[in-house]
């Protein structure tokens, strides 16, 4: 027979994330602002990469990981190693 704690044990207890993310920092992004709702009712914020560069990122994307930068440093990856290429 299992008790309350056995179910606890096995069952992770969900995150409970803010309404509204605006102040709070992902990876390289930083939250400026709640922007819109797209189709699907997710909520997308305007955010700003360490580079500077500001893109609009679906809030799930920011919460999971998925979104970690603006892509500066794929580009960077990818200049060097063509530099590094044509040598």
Do not use: A
């Not at 914020?45 to 998925?66: D, P, Q």
């Not at 979104?67 to 060097?80: E, T």
């Amino acid at each position: 027979m299992k008790t309350i704690i056995d179910t606890l044990i096995f069952k992770p207890l969900p995150i409970s994330w803010p309404s509204d993310l605006s102040g709070l920092v992902f990876e390289n992004w930083l939250v400026l602002k709640k922007v819109k709702s797209n189709k699907y009712h997710q909520s997308v914020y305007l955010c700003r990469c360490t580079c500077g560069k500001e893109k609009e990122v679906i809030g799930t994307s920011l919460r999971t990981g998925k979104s970690k930068c603006c892509g500066h440093n794929r580009l960077d990856k990818m200049q060097n190693g063509n530099n590094r290429n044509n040598s």
